[in-house]
Structures are given as C-alpha cells and as structure tokens.
C-alpha cells in the first residue's frame, strides 16, 4: 500500500488553517501540505466564542497568549449568560469551571437544592467564581479558590475569527505549508474506489493529493458535492435554519462573558471583543422572517453599527460519514451545529486532532476510517443533545416557536437525561462527552427543572452545617473576586 504523502486542504478560514497548522505543527516535514484558498469566496467568520479547550490547541501549537490576544483583537471568556431562555426576565449563566464543594459520591448541587427547600435564596451561580467574576468584570489568572484546594478560574475566548485564521495562515507557512489563492472548478476521481486524485483551479493549474481535507464551508464542496455523502437532518429538534450578523462598536466596560438573549423566534448572541462587538440573531425562517430577524437584532445592538447585515442559511445536522474514501470533512463541511454553546472551533479542533490520532500509514484501512466516522457521530450527537436542552426545558408560552419547543420530541439519549435529573436530581457524563456534569446541571435548573428528591448524602449534614457551609463559599469566593484585576485593565497590562 502507498504510505500518504501529500495532503491537500481546501479552503481556509478558521477550518482550513486550524488543521494546516496542527498538521504541520505534528507531522512536520514528513508531509507535503497544500492548502488552496479564494479570496473571492468569503467564510461565515463573524467573530467567534470558544470554550476552555481552545487554550490546549494555543499551547501545543506554542502560541504565546499575548500575542494570540493582541493579533486577534481578543477577550477572556468566563462562560455564557441566557436570558429570557427559561421564562421572560430569568438569567442564568453556564460559567465554566466548578460549583460549590462536591461531597462524598454526591455532587455539590444536591446540598444547594437541599439548602434551598430550607430557605436558601442564593442563586446557584453565587457559588461558582467563574459567574461571580464575570458578573463583576473581573478577571485573574487564579488556579484555586483562595486558601483552598477548590479550583479557580476556568476561561475560554473570544476573537476576530478571521484575525486567527490570519495568524495560523503566517503561522502555518513559515512552517512549510504552500497556500495556493485559486478556485476550484474541476475535481477528478479514480474510476473504481471514487477516490479523487485531482483538483483544477480557475487557471488551469492541478493539484494531485494521497489525502484531502475538505474546509470548503457549508457547501461540502469534496465530501458532499463530489462524493454525494448524504447528510442527517436536525431541523425537527432545533428548528433554526437562518442567521443574521451585524458587528457594532464595543460597549464599555468589556464583559468577560458572551450574551445569548431568546426572542421571540430564536436568539441574539453579543460576543465582547477589543476592537467591537460582534451580534448576531440565530431564528426559525417558519416563525420569522429575514426583515424581522435583521429588526430585532438591530434593536438589540449596544452600539453603532459598523457593517451592513450578513445572512446565514443552514441546515442543522451532520455528514453521514466525516471521513469518506480519502475525503476528510473539517469545520461546516462536516455538520452544523449552531453556536448557541460556542463549540464551532472546538469541533473544528477535535476533528483534526481526531484525523491526527487515526492518520493513515500505509494506505487508509477501512476500519481506521470507520472508528474516526464512529467517534465523530459520538461528539456531534452529544454536542446536539445539550443544545436541544436549552430549547426544550422551556417554560415560555408567548410565542408559537417556544411552544413548539416544548411539545417537541427529543432524541431518547436526552430525554433519558432529563428524567433521571427531574426524578433524582441526578445527572451523568457520557463517555467523551464535551460538557461536564456542571454543566449540565447549570442549565438543568437554569432552564427552570427542580428535581423531585436530592441524593441521601446531602442529608448527613445538619442544617446548621448546611447553612455554614453555604456561608462559607460564598466568603470564599468573594474574597477571591475582590483580588482579582478588571477585565479591561488586565487585557491592557498585555
């Protein structure tokens, strides 16, 4: 069998160079990467929130993180605030890190629900730093709790995601990969394994490739329009097909948090970064139209607008395969889900570290391509299942799209979820699932679900013990806050 040597990559943005970047970082010059890009074709990147596991792709790529903020014009993220998602008015925010003290078998929001059936009226997010810092605009580098073992700070991003792609593009080819500006016209394939071997640009020139990643966007243009994968609709449980972006000037001070607010048919994200704020309305076409979902969205802005409004269609879903003969799909190409828990690059990020696991030696093995497909499957359903929640557990009842939300079916992996937490409060992690038990349980009780009974563990403390220790990581984390910089002063010192 032919060992893989030449690797081509079509398209770029933050997809493109994400994986031309790991896979030079990784395989070095053992392989020819190629990555062809047109800047007549534009990419959806309209500023980005990511989520913790961004700051490993920096720091194997060895990326500085004050250059990294500096060239991306970026922010610190804490975690995200939804509002009006349980009921009109209610808040909640999914921070990242931990809450409260876990106990023996027993996680730490069973003592809270506990503590509240006896008069508690502290919010659940009064216990964890990450909200407590981000509601007060601070942020800090703190590894633990202060004068504790208890976890600190826990922080993702937000930046220009073009302003990245910039940096990993300079970033890639000062190690070796040859980006060629060309469009695409032509593909060639093999007769009998449907494999392709040639692409043809818009001036004639070809280019040959062993294995081809396909960063082309949501049009597939590789796995999809040459391969024909065929594709698995979502629409029936997340119901938003279209999406409008309108960056506006940065209100002060910069939040370390992203803003996702429900409307009437949908929802608005407002994304903080140095230089602007980028906003966006994510809606149902069935329940609004593109007029009234480009209206809500501008009277939502905290700023002036700074760009004409750019319209999104999508199809909410996957590839029926990821990997596809000698195909691989990364970024839109591969599935949509839409950014309602900012795990856009995050899913770009895996599925290159994912091919990198799985890379073919000598030839691609049909059951190497079938594990990669199989894990890929795995990580998007998961991911599918935490955003239905969102639409799901909802209480509204002033508008058609939310009621309709709620009398959906979900799939039987989410629905098994929410009885088990409804019924016992109880709430699991699936193997390799992207989202931690806290986070699950921050948006099970903030979309409005009170389980019925608590774990018997969180009996064994008094109430007096309870009370103690409710006060006592509340001081904990105050004291925690207090010492930490603004957030506009410590993106400065940088």
């Known amino acids: 069998m032919d060992k893989i040597k030449n690797i081509t990559i079509v398209g770029g943005g933050t997809a493109g160079w994400i994986s031309a970047a790991l896979l030079v970082k990784v395989l070095g010059k053992t392989h020819n990467i190629t990555l062809i890009e047109s800047a007549a074709i534009g990419t959806i990147g309209v500023g980005e929130a990511t989520i913790p596991p961004i700051t490993h792709l920096n720091n194997a790529l ?36 931990g809450v409260g003290k876990n106990l023996p078998f027993c996680d730490f929001h069973h003592a809270y629900l506990r503590a509240k059936a006896l008069g508690e009226n502290r919010f659940f997010g009064d216990f964890s730093l990450n909200y407590q810092a981000a509601k007060q605009n601070k942020f800090a580098k703190l590894p633990n709790i202060t004068g504790t073992n208890l976890p600190g700070i826990v922080y993702a991003y937000h930046f220009d995601a073009s302003l990245y792609a910039k940096l990993l593009s300079e970033y890639s080819q000062g190690r070796g990969v040859k980006r060629i500006e060309g469009k695409v016209v032509d ?10 071997t040639e692409l043809t640009l818009e001036n004639g020139e070809r280019i040959s490739g062993d294995l081809f990643i396909d960063c082309s966007g949501l049009r597939g243009l590789l796995i999809e329009q040459t391969l024909k994968t ?13 999406a409008v972006a309108i960056p506006c000037e940065s209100p002060t001070p910069i939040a370390p948090y992203t803003r996702s607010v429900a409307k009437d048919a949908g929802w608005c994200w407002h994304i903080p970064l140095q230089h602007r704020m980028g906003n966006g309305m994510v809606y149902s076409s069935a329940h609004m139209s593109d007029e009234q979902a480009e209206n809500t969205l501008r009277e939502s802005l905290p700023g002036k607008a700074l760009a004409d409004p750019n319209f999104i269609k999508f199809k909410t879903g996957r590839r029926l395969k990821q990997w596809n003969n000698n195909v691989v799909a990364i970024g839109l190409s591969s599935g949509f889900l839409e950014p309602l828990e900012s795990t856009s690059i995050h899913l770009i990020q895996m599925g290159v570290i994912r091919l990198l696991k799985c890379f073919p030696h000598h030839g691609i093995k049909s059951c190497e391509v079938d594990e990669y497909n199989r894990q890929s499957k795995m990580e998007f359903e998961n991911i599918r299942d935490f955003i239905i929640l969102h639409y799901k557990a909802n209480q509204r009842d002033d508008s058609a799209f939310w009621q309709h939300c709620q009398r959906m079916e979900v799939p039987p992996s989410l629905a098994r979820k929410i009885d088990l937490f409804e019924q016992t409060g109880k709430v699991f992690r699936e193997q390799d699932d992207l989202f931690t038990e806290v986070a699950w349980q921050q948006v099970l009780l903030g979309q409005g679900i009170t389980p019925h009974d608590t774990h018997p563990m969180a009996s064994t403390l008094s109430d007096e013990q309870l009370t103690d220790l409710m006060d006592n990581l509340d001081t904990l984390i105050q004291r925690s806050v207090a010492q930490m910089s603004d957030h506009e002063e410590f993106l400065e010192k940088l």
């Open 62 to 97: 060895g990326i500085d993180e004050k250059t990294f903020l500096k060239a991306t014009q970026g922010t610190m993220k804490l975690g995200i605030e939804f509002e009006n998602w349980s009921t009109q008015g209610s808040k909640y925010m999914h921070a990242f890190g």
């Open 187 to 196: 593909v060639t394939q093999e007769q009998v394994t449907g494999n392709i």
């Open 230 to 242: 065929g594709y698995e609709d979502w629409g029936h449980w997340l119901p938003c097909d279209r």
